[in-house]
């Protein structure tokens, strides 16, 4: 059974940085892509950055590029969020998730982790 597992968000300032991470379990993921999400209250489901699990290619979303980084610990089975320069608009359910490369509908979500900016 497949499970992925966010941890590490929490309340933090503006300007502020935090690493959030997602442990992954169940199945190999190579050749899966693994994504990070985020829904803030009221808004639709924000895709922000991707990474390729076995070559470590990364997508970010304009919103966040320079600002956020992906990265993955094969070893680990662990993908991280780390983001810098916190915006009070960055506030919201950070999900993680993963697909198969050949598709584009992703299968396996984890539970999300709170992120909270305050100004």
């Known amino acids: 059974q497949v499970q992925l597992v966010e941890s590490g968000g929490r309340l933090v300032q503006a300007g502020g940085s935090l690493s959030l991470s997602c442990a992954a379990s169940?199945?190999?993921?190579?050749?899966?892509?693994m994504g990070w999400f985020r829904q803030a209250l009221g808004k639709e489901r924000e895709l922000l950055a991707t990474?390729?699990?076995?070559?470590?290619?990364?997508y970010y979303a304009d919103s966040v590029k320079g600002r956020f980084t992906i990265s993955r610990d094969n070893a680990k089975n662990t993908v991280y969020l780390q983001m810098n320069s916190l915006k009070p608009e960055d506030t919201a359910v950070y999900y993680c998730?993963?697909?198969?490369?050949?598709?584009?509908?992703?299968?396996?979500w984890g539970q999300g982790t709170q992120v909270t900016v305050s100004s």
């Open positions: 990474i390729t699990w076995t070559v470590g290619k990364t």
């Open positions: 169940g199945r190999t993921f190579s050749g899966y892509v």
């Open positions: 998730a993963s697909r198969l490369s050949t598709r584009v509908q992703y299968d396996y």
